[in-house]
């Protein structure tokens, strides 16, 4: 794969050393990407190490603690970034906010929590992006939104999840036909169950079942996947919602 050199790449929802935007964040650095990255309630002093470790590679990095719930994240996020290393090329649209609900505990503020991180900060970073791009000297973009197939079956007791992180496929798929035009790509990717820091024994005792190639995946299955999305090699690719998921079967 051809490296890309001197880029950006802001990646959002990284606060932990196993956690899928973690997995994103060392990929595209091992393509020579400049990083930026967005962390929220992680430990003190992990942002600074990964940070070090991302440096180690060659690129520079930098990370911003804050909170994507907040009506004015977006461009907050933009700002910063633009002024520590330089607008990004790419947006990873990878935090996500997760509880388990189900129809017995639903209520406005649930959907409300949901909403404000899912949809509203994704949505905004994405267009604040685009508007910005044009005014930028970057003449190729990327914007790639995490997603978790809710489309190929249910979630049973994740009503405000799968509803608001549904709602990113629809989106992927207009902003694309919207800013092609403008040189900017815009694909959703669906990696499936990942074995990041959520999972328990027995929750991989149930899943590795419904994976016919033998394991759970990993955050770098997906992250391999983003890192080709980004490069030159992808450009010909967008409005796809990709289900990178080795198989998965909901059985």
């Known amino acids: 794969m051809e490296k890309l050199q001197r880029k950006i790449a802001l990646i959002t929802g990284v606060s932990s050393e196993r956690d899928m935007g973690t997995a994103i964040c060392r990929k595209l650095a091992?393509?020579?990407?400049?990083?930026?990255?967005?962390?929220w309630n992680s430990s003190k002093e992990w942002p600074d190490r990964f940070v070090a470790e991302l440096?180690?590679?060659g690129v520079q990095s930098a990370s911003l603690e804050i909170d994507l719930s907040t009506a004015q994240a977006a461009r907050e996020v933009l700002d910063t970034v633009s002024k520590q290393i330089?607008?990004?090329?790419?947006l990873i649209n990878n935090a996500a906010h997760s509880t388990r609900d189900g129809y017995l505990k639903l209520d406005a503020k649930t959907l409300e929590d949901h909403y404000a991180v899912n949809?509203?900060?994704?949505?905004?970073?994405?267009?604040?992006?685009?508007?910005?791009?044009?005014?930028?000297?970057?003449?190729?973009?990327r914007i790639i939104n995490m997603t978790s197939g809710q489309d190929?079956?249910?979630?049973?007791?994740?009503?405000?999840?799968?509803?608001?992180?549904?709602?990113?496929?629809?989106?992927?798929?207009?902003l694309a036909a919207e800013v092609g035009s403008i040189g900017i790509t815009v694909n959703a990717v669906d990696p499936g169950p990942t074995d990041s820091t959520w999972m328990t024994d027995e929750i991989?005792?149930?899943?590795?079942?419904?994976?016919?190639?033998?394991?759970?995946?990993?955050?770098?299955?997906?992250?391999?996947?983003?890192?080709?999305?980004?490069s030159e090699d992808g450009k010909w690719i967008t409005?796809?919602?990709?289900?990178?998921?080795?198989?998965?079967?909901l059985g």
């Open 204 to 230: 991989r005792k149930w899943l590795l079942p419904r994976f016919p190639m033998g394991r759970i995946g990993l955050p770098e299955d997906a992250a391999s996947l983003i890192g080709f999305l980004a």
């Open 86 to 90: 330089g607008f990004p090329s790419i």
């Open 55 to 57: 440096s180690e590679l």
């Open 30 to 39: 091992s393509q020579g990407i400049d990083i930026f990255f967005t962390h």
């Open 119 to 141: 949809m509203r900060t994704t949505f905004l970073l994405s267009v604040e992006f685009a508007r910005r791009f044009t005014k930028s000297k970057v003449h190729s973009g």
């Open 239 to 249: 409005g796809q919602v990709i289900h990178s998921n080795g198989g998965f079967n």
């Open 152 to 174: 190929l079956g249910p979630m049973p007791n994740e009503l405000a999840y799968v509803a608001t992180k549904g709602a990113i496929s629809a989106f992927t798929r207009t």
